[in-house]
């Protein structure tokens, strides 16, 4: 989940970012946060509600992250205020239990979470930040999809990037407008058809960015697409993540850096940066709590 710069925050102004919830040895309900200042990482004392995995994340920035859904199956919604880190339960529940959800915000309104599995769907559910309500948008997915990415252009438009459909993995890449909450398909498509549950972060009022993943005839990817936001172009970057991977969990200092953290074959806890002033990788020193995939993403800002 990301924000404006210049209107939360600007330029590098983020607390922190966290991975919640995956598989490490077994599912968990552990929470990791990044501290953006040094790159460093601790773990909560609160923990999710139950322990789960491809779960949706999104934040309202400077308020509250939100860790919804996941393979348990559950439709719980966790909250974890800011900067306490306490974690809290919504009364309000997604339409139903689910997994492989993508999910983005647009942070001091709502968050949203589209598509998702068991079974597959179109459905974008909305979690409005002011009551922590649910509603359910009336714009629908292309398709039927899971595992697939998601992103934001906070106050501008929300993205949903490739997954498994029914028939397959698709490039497409849909786009929710605020604040009509409608729904088109852009020209743009990934590189490839690829499912990357957890792949999307962004530089909220530059672009967006689409991480690693599988296809179906290539195999596990570690490429990343840039969707410049001004024109909804896509481009491939030259650099790459530290290996082909997919399941990962993104999240991002918008301003600054987005950050890839965990994911499969085999089951990693590194965490990859890319910068975006330049769209270099590095690896971070700090690492997860454990090898982990399946994990949900989110951040902290900050409000200023």
Partial sequence: MQILAGVFGGAGGGVAGYFAGGIESNYTDAIDKISFAAETRSTLSAVLTSIRESCGGFANSG????????????SGIDKITFPADTKSTLSATLTSAIYFVGSFANSGVAGYVGGGTSPEVSRIDKITFSADTKSTLSATLTA?????????NSSVAGYFGGG??????????????????SKSTIAAVLSTGRANYGSGFADSGVAGYFAGGNDDVTGLQNSIDKITFASDTKSTLSA????VIRRTGAMANTGSAGYIGGGTAPQVSRI??????????????????????????FADCGVF
């Fill in 144 to 152: 039927d999809t899971n595992e697939l990415g998601g992103m934001a």
């Fill in 63 to 74: 308020v509250a992250g939100y860790v919804a859904g996941g393979y348990g199956p559950t």
């Fill in 272 to 297: 990859d940066k890319i910068t975006f002033s330049v769209d270099t990788k590095s690896t971070l020193a700090a690492t997860l709590s454990a090898t982990r995939n399946n994990i949900a993403g």
């Fill in 240 to 243: 790459t993540l530290s290996t």
């Fill in 164 to 181: 498994q459909t029914p028939v397959g993995k698709i490039a497409t890449i849909d786009k929710i407008t605020f604040p009509a909450d």
